[in-house]
């Protein structure tokens, strides 16, 4: 298995470019999650799904979009980056609410000049 | 709102000696609390977690924590630091939903 996955690894966009960041999970997992992660500040939540087709917003949303049309994938989309949203960008997936483990990708390092 | 809290964002330490990093928590209701590991340009990773089956935990690598409500504390010890654990580690906390909130993290260096 390869567990999750994100593509891609590295990317810098100028402000006002968009970009989609693609998580896969081959784990069957129903809940997925997009943290970014800047020093400092640990992980913060994006937004996350529960099932498929659905999607709910976390901590800091403003500037990002998501969608989960299928249950393997969990797509993050920034419309017009700006500089703040320089970050390295985390996926996780979990089998279940409460105590399940989440299972985190190797991340996508995104710079926006 | 939940959160956790992590004393000291570096440790340095001896080859050998005893790693111990703080969390403490804020909740009114019992917890299930975590500790990721994240190597250098790598995701994370879980060292353990507890779900209130037992207040000492055991998990990867050596590595335990102790739950104590009193004290509203799930502090991360290992015994004898290897130069592989240089790392850095987060406390996480879920209440009565399956988001995570994440402590800022403590970097750990080893010295030789």
């Known amino acids: 298995n390869a567990g999750v996955t994100q593509t891609p690894k590295f990317r810098v966009l100028k402000t006002g470019q968009s970009m989609t960041l693609l998580c896969a999970q081959d784990?069957?997992?129903?809940?997925m999650y997009w943290y970014r992660q800047d020093p400092g500040m640990g992980l913060r939540l994006i937004h996350y799904?529960?099932?498929?087709?659905?999607?709910a917003k976390g901590e800091v949303p403003d500037g990002y979009n998501v969608s989960r049309l299928k249950k393997q994938n969990f797509l993050l989309g920034l419309e017009s980056a700006a500089p703040s949203q320089t970050s390295v960008y985390f996926c996780a997936s979990s089998y279940s609410a409460g105590p399940y483990e989440q299972y985190f990708g190797p991340g996508t390092r995104l710079t926006v000049t | 709102a939940q959160s956790v809290t992590q004393l000291g964002s570096h440790v340095s330490v001896s080859e050998g000696a005893l790693v111990l990093l703080r969390c403490n928590y804020s909740?009114?209701?019992?917890?299930?609390l975590f500790w990721y590991v994240q190597y250098p340009n790598q995701g994370l990773q879980l060292l353990l977690k507890y779900t209130s089956a037992a207040t000492l935990v055991k998990g990867i690598n050596g590595f335990e924590a102790e739950f104590k409500k009193s004290e509203t504390s799930f502090h991360l010890t290992k015994p004898s630091a290897h130069m592989s654990d240089a790392a850095e580690y987060f406390c996480a906390v879920i209440i009565n939903d399956y988001k995570l909130s994440f402590g800022a993290g403590t970097t750990v260096t080893v010295r030789a």
């Open positions: 909740s009114s209701v019992p917890p299930y």
């Open positions: 784990m069957n997992h129903e809940y």
């Open positions: 799904s529960v099932g498929e087709g659905t999607t």
